[in-house]
């Protein structure tokens, strides 16, 4: 038996497991809108973290699965919700699934849903369940409130800096940093390994996030084709932006402020005027500093890990992954 | 200290626990529906019916108050998201929470509520949690069906006895069972007299539901004024109406189903000639039997339960009260 598995490979079997699960249930009107958001696929980031956490700790990684499951299940439930709450008509090139079948149902299967990612950890022994589901529950409820901050920040007129980065957190980064907690908790990491890799994740997490914010605006479009500037577009309040509006000087912020708030420009004007106003500022340098940092203070935790640096190796690679992603 | 209490000393028990809750937190926008929900009230049935249940094997009911509290904060998170789908303005006479905010910050703090709901089985030992989290889990799921049964049903024209009562034992039942046997498994039941608990439940939440249709209709005006017949009104499939269509003849049934569907005709002459149909059919005596049916066999179940008497008394007085129920 292979001692470490890939990313691709935990990634795969990840999939696997997800196919074996029976949504073929009835109401149909419940199990197969869950059916349909699971089969839409997705990379399958959180539950191939917590396998490899686990495999850090553990040849045996077959105790993880439940947990891994657990983690993507209740993700897609929260982009299931979510697209309602944010009016989108697709994800991963699909109808939503408030769009192919109505907001009652996306809201009902959405409920189900949580409670088949909860529904997973029952496959835990009595000690293993008692360490992971605090984990589990605590961090469920952070991605709530990293939601209901997003929406806030819609109709906030200043969003700090701070304000913005404990959003970011609370609504991306600590469901990838307890993916990799739970993980470790299962292959039998002691509190410390433990929560090195929970800080691990906490700071790809949020490197991640920035990395969307840059690239939004920064993405190299030699490679990957026109770039959307869709934040730009739609006024959100990025890194960037918030940014920007803190380093603007009175006239500046006044034309930036009014940039965003017109709805009637030419959108790629507007994308031009702003970015021009970016780079200005040096917001693209500013960004890329804080990316490395929070890559460094993750790489920092890896380091001190208990463990053989042969076996944080699926980590490393996937910390690169996340720092030279170029969409 | 007094070994056994009575419901209205556990409901009042339980509200003092919920008031406990700290739910004064950020953001405000999720965790204030939550608040403001729980503070609505409502009869605490479940809660209290844990910890009777718990209080038949136990005297110190301490171990069962988290099991009380998830139960609650459940149910009530299911009528937050209920409200939504049936766009209901009104709850315990205040403004439904999507009404009062906004239907997104419903769905949020809904969710928010079903993770605070599992949370409080945190507070369990570990193998109390492996014993109790899969009947919450699998009940938890089952509401969720019940309510989509409930919903397909608006748009189905043939639904049967069978189909209905389903639906309500989905909807309604399988949470007061469980809460008597996640109850009783705290106060260290054997799995015997759990399941008789469950099946107690089970029975009884059925008979509370058929007692809610008939007193729609039947309720005694003198004693509480005037009958709504809201039921009758809004053309729900109640059990009094599905039987009502299974027994009519030709004639009949199609008088009937042009009354329901009759959106024109004054409401006081559609309630008095629906009524009036349900009379010539003994749809009032066949759910009383039916009710009365359901009532034994509850009766059945603590009959065989391995306690003395004395310790049962409290649930036959609840069951007693469900039957006795004038309103």
Same mark, same amino acid.
């Given at each position: 038996m292979k001692s470490m598995f890939t990313i691709e490979q935990l990634q795969q079997k990840i999939s696997d497991e997800i196919n074996k699960v029976d949504l073929v249930k009835e109401p149909a009107n419940l199990y197969q809108p869950i059916k349909y958001t699971l089969d839409a696929g997705g990379k399958r980031i959180r539950p191939a973290l917590v396998l490899a956490a686990c495999n850090i700790f553990s040849k045996d990684i077959e105790n993880a699965i439940p947990v891994a499951l657990a983690f993507e299940v209740f993700h897609n439930f929260t982009l299931l919700h979510d697209d309602i709450m944010d009016n989108s008509p697709k994800r991963r090139n699909k109808e939503t699934v408030h769009v192919k079948w109505n907001e009652n149902i996306a809201i009902l299967s959405g409920d189900a849903m949580m409670i088949k990612a909860y529904g997973f950890l029952n496959d835990l022994t009595a000690n293993l369940l008692k360490e992971i589901f605090p984990v589990f529950n605590k961090t469920a409820?952070?991605?709530?409130?990293?939601?209901?901050?997003?929406?806030?920040?819609?109709?906030?007129?200043?969003?700090s800096e701070k304000d913005y980065l404990k959003m970011i957190k609370l609504k991306t980064s600590v469901l990838i940093a307890a993916s990799l907690k739970a993980g470790a /908790? =299962?292959?039998?990491?002691?509190? $410390?390994?433990?929560?090195?890799?929970y800080d691990f994740g906490l700071n790809i997490g949020l490197a991640f996030q920035l990395q969307d914010d840059l690239l939004d605006v920064y993405?190299?479009?030699?490679v990957f084709g026109k770039q959307t500037g869709n934040d730009i577009i739609t006024g959100k309040k990025t890194f960037l932006l918030i940014n920007a509006m803190e380093r603007a000087d009175d006239e500046t912020l006044k034309e930036?402020?009014?940039? /965003? =708030?017109?709805?009637?420009?030419? $959108?790629?004007?507007?994308?031009?005027?702003?970015t021009s106003i970016y780079n200005s500022l040096g917001i693209k340098e500013l960004?890329?500093?804080?990316?490395?940092?929070?890559?460094?203070?993750?790489?920092?935790?890896?380091?001190?890990?208990s463990v053989e640096n042969g076996k944080k190796e699926v980590l490393l690679s996937f910390a690169d992954l996340i720092m030279k992603r170029k969409k």
């Amino acid at each position: 038996m292979k001692s470490m598995f890939t990313i691709e490979q935990l990634q795969q079997k990840i999939s696997d497991e997800i196919n074996k699960v029976d949504l073929v249930k009835e109401p149909a009107n419940l199990y197969q809108p869950i059916k349909y958001t699971l089969d839409a696929g997705g990379k399958r980031i959180r539950p191939a973290l917590v396998l490899a956490a686990c495999n850090i700790f553990s040849k045996d990684i077959e105790n993880a699965i439940p947990v891994a499951l657990a983690f993507e299940v209740f993700h897609n439930f929260t982009l299931l919700h979510d697209d309602i709450m944010d009016n989108s008509p697709k994800r991963r090139n699909k109808e939503t699934v408030h769009v192919k079948w109505n907001e009652n149902i996306a809201i009902l299967s959405g409920d189900a849903m949580m409670i088949k990612a909860y529904g997973f950890l029952n496959d835990l022994t009595a000690n293993l369940l008692k360490e992971i589901f605090p984990v589990f529950n605590k961090t469920a409820l952070e991605v709530c409130e990293g939601q209901q901050y997003d929406m806030d920040f819609e109709t906030t007129e200043n969003v700090s800096e701070k304000d913005y980065l404990k959003m970011i957190k609370l609504k991306t980064s600590v469901l990838i940093a307890a993916s990799l907690k739970a993980g470790a /908790i =299962s292959g039998g990491a002691n509190e $410390k390994d433990a929560d090195l890799l929970y800080d691990f994740g906490l700071n790809i997490g949020l490197a991640f996030q920035l990395q969307d914010d840059l690239l939004d605006v920064y993405a190299d479009t030699n490679v990957f084709g026109k770039q959307t500037g869709n934040d730009i577009i739609t006024g959100k309040k990025t890194f960037l932006l918030i940014n920007a509006m803190e380093r603007a000087d009175d006239e500046t912020l006044k034309e930036l402020k009014n940039l /965003i =708030s017109d709805q009637k420009i030419d $959108k790629q004007e507007k994308v031009a005027k702003v970015t021009s106003i970016y780079n200005s500022l040096g917001i693209k340098e500013l960004t890329e500093n804080k990316i490395s940092q929070l890559h460094n203070k993750a790489i920092n935790s890896l380091n001190s890990l208990s463990v053989e640096n042969g076996k944080k190796e699926v980590l490393l690679s996937f910390a690169d992954l996340i720092m030279k992603r170029k969409k």
